[in-house]
């Protein structure tokens, strides 16, 4: 038996999907991937708040962290983006925090506004929800490739 090495470490990462810890691989892939978590969860916590207090039954309302790790996880994918990386940081970062911040809210908003549209029945509130939060990362992240095609064709 031998001991794994760090190159069968990354081979064992990137056969389940995931990329090696480095800080860019951290700050620009980690974190949003936790955002994108935490954006699920925020999906089914507002669509169906009842099944999110059972798993959770410490806390009164996981709203707000599950929003914030959502907003913080998005800031951190505009940030990253090539589109953005001849802006200046303090720019950037304003930008980052402003999409995510519109993107998170405006998610919890749609999402509100669906469940006062469906049946009450929390099954079907939890699946509308998840369909249309997947949907909006679809659109997402399909907009910020396109974006970034555009800045990478110019050069």
């Known amino acids: 038996m031998t001991t794994p090495t760090k190159d069968d470490n990354c081979t064992i990462c990137e056969k389940i999907g995931l990329r090696p810890f480095t800080k860019e691989n951290i700050f620009y892939y980690y974190i949003p991937l936790n955002g994108l978590l935490s954006y699920g969860a925020l999906c089914v916590n507002v ?48 930008y980052a925090i402003m999409a995510a911040g519109l993107w998170g809210m405006g998610s919890v908003l749609g999402w509100a506004v669906l469940k006062s549209l469906i049946p009450k029945d929390n099954g079907l509130a939890t699946m509308a929800g998840l369909v ?24």
């Open 47 to 94: 669509m169906n708040p009842a099944l999110v207090a059972k798993m959770l039954p410490g806390k009164k309302d996981a709203t707000n962290v599950l929003l914030w790790s959502s907003v913080a996880g998005g800031a951190f994918y505009v940030y990253g983006r090539p589109h953005l990386r001849h802006v200046p940081t303090f720019q950037r970062g304003l």
């Open 132 to 155: 249309v939060g997947v949907g909006i990362v679809k659109v997402t992240l399909d907009y910020f490739n396109e974006t970034d095609k555009l800045v990478a064709a110019k050069k």
